[in-house]
């Protein structure tokens, strides 16, 4: 548990610190920075899996229930994302938006289903955050559908521009080439 909180504080300045790099060095070095990060943030999970597995095999773990499978589909969907960031760059925060709302709208429904009906009264903190989480998970999965659907209205207007362009200079070099 402790390396799981670990994770998530080198995991959340990941952002500006990668902005600050951009500004001062290069996108590129952003780019790097991210995907190293994603790595780092993988082999973490991985390990978190791993040392989960083996509580729960010698201690029969800690909390209610073994984290270690979920630990490692995590992982795995970060590696999705870095790896889909290498090959099509343009769909990694379409990826990663869709991943990470899928991921906070099936753990609430997970976490619903391991829990008792009486378990968690209306307003309780566990509920509170399942609610959140699921909505936070419809804005990201949202957000992936109007990242695509903005990027196919900003493609167009470029072709078309691009259209009008190459008219323009269609009719203005035929007279150049007949004399």
Not at 21 to 38: D, E, H, K, L, T
Not at 87 to 114: H, P
Request: charged share 15%; proline share 3%.
């Amino acid at each position: 548990r402790l390396m799981e909180a670990a994770i998530a504080f080198a995991w959340a300045p990941q952002w500006p610190l990668g902005s600050l790099i951009a500004y001062v060095c290069s996108p590129r070095q952003f780019r790097v920075f991210i995907i190293r990060m994603g790595l780092a943030a993988a082999v973490g999970q991985v390990v978190c899996g791993v040392v989960d597995f083996a509580q729960c095999a010698q201690t029969g773990g800690v909390g209610r229930v073994c984290q270690g499978s979920t630990r490692v589909a995590y992982a795995m969907g970060i590696l999705i994302a870095v790896s889909l960031s290498l090959v099509m760059q343009r769909f990694f925060w379409v990826v990663t938006f869709f991943l990470q709302g899928g991921w906070g709208i099936g753990w609430s429904v997970y976490e619903a289903a391991m829990r008792n009906k009486g378990d968690d009264p209306p307003g309780s903190f566990m509920m509170t955050t399942r609610v959140l989480a699921c909505l936070c998970g419809a804005v990201m999965m949202t957000a992936s559908v109007v990242i695509v659907v903005l990027n196919r209205a900003r493609l167009r207007m470029v072709r078309e521009d691009l259209r009008s362009h190459m008219r323009f200079f269609d009719e203005v070099w035929a007279p150049l080439a007949e004399a």
